[in-house]
């Protein structure tokens, strides 16, 4: 059975197209490219889900932060109020108790 033209080029389509699905033929034709190609694909997905995962996360510690300085900053200027207006007897007697505490073990020693 003598082979026509026709059946070798349907022959010869069906195999380029079987040995261009391999990535294997793709890497020893050419290794450098594939690989650097296959590294550039990994530093641009990973450097795009630490885009998304640092603005997300950045947009709640500037939150955080926010809530944060706003109480302590209430705590201070509460301080500074109970100061102006002589309201130091507790703040007094935490100061006296520290330096009884100090003095006992001053003794102790």
Known sequence: MAKT????TTLQSIDSRTSSANPFNDWFANPWKTTFTAFAS????IA???GIASHFDSE???IEKIELKQE???KLQNAINECREGKMKKYDDDINQIRATVETL???K
């Open 5 to 8: 033209p026709q059946s070798s």
């Open 42 to 45: 990994i530093v641009s997905l």
């Open 48 to 50: 795009i889900g630490y």
């Open 60 to 62: 709640g510690f500037k």
């Open 72 to 74: 302590y900053g209430e």
């Open 106 to 108: 001053k003794k102790q």
